[in-house]
């Protein structure tokens, strides 16, 4: 079958379209012919070897598939971890949900996702509660476009989004934000503060690290939450305990993976966002799709923050 695979790790450059065996489906999993896969910031993190979870080599990048069960012929989503840029993919059984008719690839393998992690930031880490205020860093991207909308569903009060430029800004209006504003770490908290009528914000959920992170830490409200679930810059940040103490504030990270254990709290999730999606409620973004043998080029597109939405690769039909 043909794949993207790394030999070694680093730029662009590593991922290779090779021929290579197809895999076999281990106990308790199944083998997906895929479809398309999704591409991820963690994938760029992950071919540097600077992801949460070290690699080993040689890898088949890729961590989310759409696709057909070759034992029962059911189209699927599913999680596999990794192998996801190749024409075919093992995953475990339990992490393997139904496609509903009618629902575009780009959307399943976004949903899967991005959408559990935007659906999880706000009920199972920030725990936002009726009409608190929401900041959603990167609001045009692929969980923050759906962080956005999901917003007034989940009971948030005023939606606040960041983007880097006035394209992305616009589409985040489009999308639900009732503000949105320039992401740049400089004076960010300042501006936070103002799209807030100003008052300091009650929620962040907030992927880049470094000074974005510390500037949306300051616009925080007494028992403000932030929730950090993706480091996209690759800056690190302290957090020190007396600057908690002193505005009772909470620092909360979040990793999808870690509800591979907790199929439940996937697949009801999972659920209620394809309902909404078929009740006209939810849209994705669809930010690029590129065939598979430009894995290399579609790296390139993410990392230089051109893109938005849900970036695809199209493996076979």
Known sequence: MWAI???EFGGPEVLEHVEIDRPVAGQGEVLVRVAAAGLNFADTHRRENAYVEKAALPLVPGSEVVGVREDTGERVVALCGSGGYAEYATAPEHLCFPVPEGVEDATALALLLQGLTAWHLYRTQGRVADGESVVVISGAGGVGSLAVQLGKA?????????ASSEEKRELCLELGADAAIDGSPENLSE?????NGGAPVDVVFEMAGGEVFDACKGA???FGRMVAYGISSKQVNTVRTGSLLKRSHSVIGFWLFHMLDRPAWMGDALADLFA???RGELRVVVGGVWPLARAREAQEA???????????LAVGG
């Open 5 to 7: 695979q790394m030999r």
């Open 154 to 162: 989940m009971g948030a009060g005023r939606v606040i989004a960041t």
């Open 191 to 195: 501006r936070l503060l103002e799209a």
């Open 220 to 222: 925080l409200a007494p």
């Open 276 to 278: 909404r999606a078929g």
């Open 302 to 312: 993410l990392t230089s923050r051109r893109t938005r939405g849900k970036l695809v």
